[in-house]
């Protein structure tokens, strides 16, 4: 049997995931592709547009054969944990054995040059890298470009320029990460004296159509970011300005870019019900107003200058994207501040980060659906998997009660929900009520 492994979020799942799926396929001769898929929250900081249940199902529904849930705490996290995380899922299932991934460059040799410079293996010598990023980012100079001038100072042989363009990618950044995920994953498990999960190799695959930041509609494979713009754009609450013109006209747009099941998928779960970041603006305004005394160091990424800066500006807060947009600098990037916030409003923690190994990010295998002919697969899984297959909330509960990650993931579940019940008005079922997405 021969598994691929694809770290996803699908929000939504459109033309480009499809052709992904089945490039991976062709590519890998895979008899089943395993997705590990974010919940309900995202690496951006922001709430997917749908729930996990709904792009399950679209993943499904478009040729994966199984779809695991990353627990909330590495969905939400900096590329560098979400990668983690992501790799010790599909490593702690024992049957994966290629990861998939998309990224803009396939020039393998620049490629590996950066993964040995972020994994501190150089001929600059151990932990050159941080030393430069560290001067650069006290200089004042923005992450991104701290890290893109830190790289080419440890590779002076590489024109800056090719350097520069490469990181501005979040596909080859994500790459990266996914390939130091993955030297990490099978190190430990080479040396593990008893071997938990499966050694990985990655599989890159050069992504086609618009790139990850374009707004642009035509062609076959528009961006994902170009997707929700024109959904929230013609979706929106306020509709009275729109024609109905103008929203047949995005009807459209959106419908040419998604799989025909997908875009049926969305449409029944209604186009209106879509959340955006704002729609969590009153639960974030009101965790903040809790803490404003004690600070919010003690929250994931949270710097003591950036608590401050919360508590300074708390009484210009007017939705969570005006706030995120107000705490921006040269220094933190917008994504960023969104990732803090989330962690603020999602209880996420400092020390939910603390892990000594790959092996401790994931407890657990939660199934969110699966095809109904992919049944060799879950029993090859039962047989392999180094952590408990979870297909049922109710029966994990008591074995998870005191599972940081799982009580997560219940919170996280149970918010947005609770959000997405009073944009639709109407009661929709809970964790433990909601069953597995078969198809």
Known sequence: MKVAGIIAEYNPFHNGHKYQLEQVRKRTDADYIIIAMSGDFLQRGVPALSDKHTRARM????????????????????????????VALLGKTGVVDHLCYGCETMDTNLFHAIVSVLSANTSAGPG????????????????????????????????????SAFLSSPNNILGLEYEKSLCRWNHEQAVSVSFSGKQMSGFPLQRVGEGYHSNRMDGS????????????????????SKTANDVSSAFAQIQSQ????????????????????????????????????????????????????????????????????????KEITYTRICRVLLHILLNIMQEDYTVSSMNE??????????????APLLSAIKKE?????????????????NDRFWQHDLFSADLYRGISSIHQGLTLPNEYQHPLVIV
């Not at 713009?229 to 509709?239: E, G, P």
């Not at 998997?385 to 009660?401: Q, W």
């Open 361 to 374: 990010c994931i407890t657990y295998l939660r199934v969110l659906g699966f095809r109904r002919d992919s």
């Open 221 to 240: 494979f528009a961006s994902a970011t170009a997707i929700r713009n024109t959904l929230f754009s013609a979706y929106s609450v306020d509709v009275s």
């Open 128 to 163: 050159k890298f941080q030393e430069y990023l560290s001067a650069l980012l006290k200089s004042g100079a923005s992450f991104p470009t701290a890290r893109s001038k830190a790289v080419a100072a440890c590779l002076p042989d590489i024109p800056s320029g090719t350097i």
């Open 258 to 329: 998604l799989p025909a099941e997908s875009f049926s998928i969305l449409e029944a779960s209604g186009f209106a019900s879509l959340l955006d970041t704002d729609d969590f603006s009153d639960a974030l305004y009101t965790k903040l107003l809790l803490y404003q005394h004690c600070g919010y160091e003690k929250f994931a990424d949270c710097s003591r200058e950036l608590s401050c800066k919360i508590k300074k500006h708390l009484h210009q807060f007017m939705s969570f994207s005006q706030f995120a947009s107000l705490l921006k600098s």
């Open 59 to 86: 993943a499904l529904s478009a040729g994966a054969d199984l779809v695991l849930e990353l627990p909330t705490v590495w969905a939400t996290s900096s590329a560098e944990y979400f990668a983690a995380g992501g």
């Open 385 to 401: 998997a180094s952590a408990p297959l979870i297909t049922k909330v109710a029966d994990a509960s008591h074995v998870l009660s």
